[in-house]
């Protein structure tokens, strides 16, 4: 059985960091191209970086320079850095794994697998 788990959410103030880390379980995952995608209330989801098996990376254009996605094939695990923190950063983070690597990284109906998300909160 496949598991995400997400962690590292929090409310902070703007200009702050947080690092969200996804601990994944059941899958090969050094195999797997990793995501996080986000959803603020009111708001669909939407895509934030992705992270393919040979390392390559991609983001959406608002966090490109703020945000760092990285993975530890020998630990399991996916993380998100994120720096200087904004208020409309406020959102669920969800960790997502893609069996195929899809060229559709940005859509978040190619993701087979699932975490229960993370709420970040950032005051202004």
């Known amino acids: 059985q496949v598991q995400l788990v997400e962690s590292g959410g929090g409310l902070v103030q703007a200009g702050d960091s947080l690092r969200l880390s996804c601990a994944a379980s059941?899958?090969?995952?050094?195999?797997?191209?990793m995501a996080w995608f986000r959803q603020a209330p009111g708001k669909d989801r939407e895509f934030v970086a992705a992270?393919?098996?040979?390392?390559?990376?991609y983001y959406v254009d608002s966090v490109k320079g703020r945000f760092t996605i990285s993975r530890d094939n020998a630990k399991n695990a996916v993380y998100l850095q994120m720096d200087s923190l904004k208020p409309e950063d406020t959102a669920v983070y969800y960790c997502?794994?893609?069996?195929?690597?899809?060229?559709?990284?940005?859509?978040?109906?190619?993701?087979?697998?699932w975490g229960q998300g993370t709420q970040v909160t950032v005051s202004s």
């Open positions: 997502a794994a893609d069996s195929a690597g899809s060229s559709r990284y940005y859509k978040d109906t190619v993701y087979e697998h």
């Open positions: 992270i393919m098996p040979g390392g390559r990376k």
């Open positions: 059941g899958l090969a995952f050094s195999s797997y191209a």
